[in-house]
């Protein structure tokens, strides 16, 4: 295995990495939704405008899975993670619009060793993401899992 | 607006609605992998053999975007859904494999009025699905709003 840079010592309580920034164009809005979530205020520009969310938006989902990519790149995919076994929340605080720049951070609340397995501690953190006005458009808890760092092969 | 089945009087407690099924193909997991959740277990047969899970397999986020599809096609679109502010909890009970058949239902747990919007009720809901095999592989549970059906235009 590659060494990693961040196992499970490094991700101490209150310790928060940037997550970079990833723009949202109406084509992929467009895309994601007409695959996964074909409703009208994902998939036309008139519909969203009709709509409570007040222009073409993403998918919930589709705002996850972007949230998703930018936490591969900032730091999961040269981490030690194994995995995660869910979602504690979920709020989507606003409308993710085509046009829209999105960015935020990922915060530790806890780490903890596992019990059954030495060799794995499991972290708690809250991500949040804003878009290019400052307003939070997603905020989302949950728990992963990372080997220790003596624990890498 | 054309008039919809699913209203909120419908979604009366304890009423399950069938959620369908989905056959997941290895190509489409890692063309979503490739663009949302580039980690090597969700991109390779081989990486997904050596991981914990055993076998190439769908991203978390995957498998909730294929069970929106589902919820969209059985009823959503369908309804008079506005919408829905985020998502109490998701477990990622088991992987979901390349080949896996998945289906499932969603039930309400719970409806009430909206005390501040009198056209609106708000419709908690438990969704599971399971693959071929009977093993539950996602647990989720939201809340969804849905207009009153005397509300609809």
Redesign the interface.
Same mark, same amino acid.
């Given at each position: 295995m590659t060494r990693k840079t961040w196992a499970f010592e490094d991700l101490t309580v209150g310790r928060s990495i940037d997550l970079g920034h990833k723009d949202v164009t109406a084509e992929e809005i467009v895309e994601?939704a007409a695959?996964?979530?074909?409703?009208p205020m994902h998939l036309d520009e008139e519909a969203g405008r009709a709509?409570? /969310?007040g222009g073409l938006s993403a998918? +919930?989902?589709?705002t996850?899975?972007?949230y998703?990519?930018l936490l591969?790149d900032a730091f /999961?995919?040269d981490s030690t993670?194994? +995995?995660?076994?869910?979602?504690?929340?979920?709020?989507?605080k606003r409308p993710v619009l085509a046009g829209d720049r999105l960015g935020g951070s990922i915060t530790v609340l806890a780490a903890r060793e596992s019990k059954s397995r030495p060799a794995i501690g499991i972290v708690s953190f809250r991500s949040e993401l804003f878009n290019q006005r400052g307003d939070a458009v997603l905020e989302l808890d949950n728990s992963i899992m990372f080997l220790k760092r003596e624990a890498q092969a």
């Open positions: 994601f695959e996964y979530d074909p409703q709509s409570i /969310l998918s +919930g989902w589709h996850c899975s972007m998703m990519r591969c /999961l995919l993670s194994q +995995g995660a076994p869910g979602i504690d929340q979920i709020k989507w």
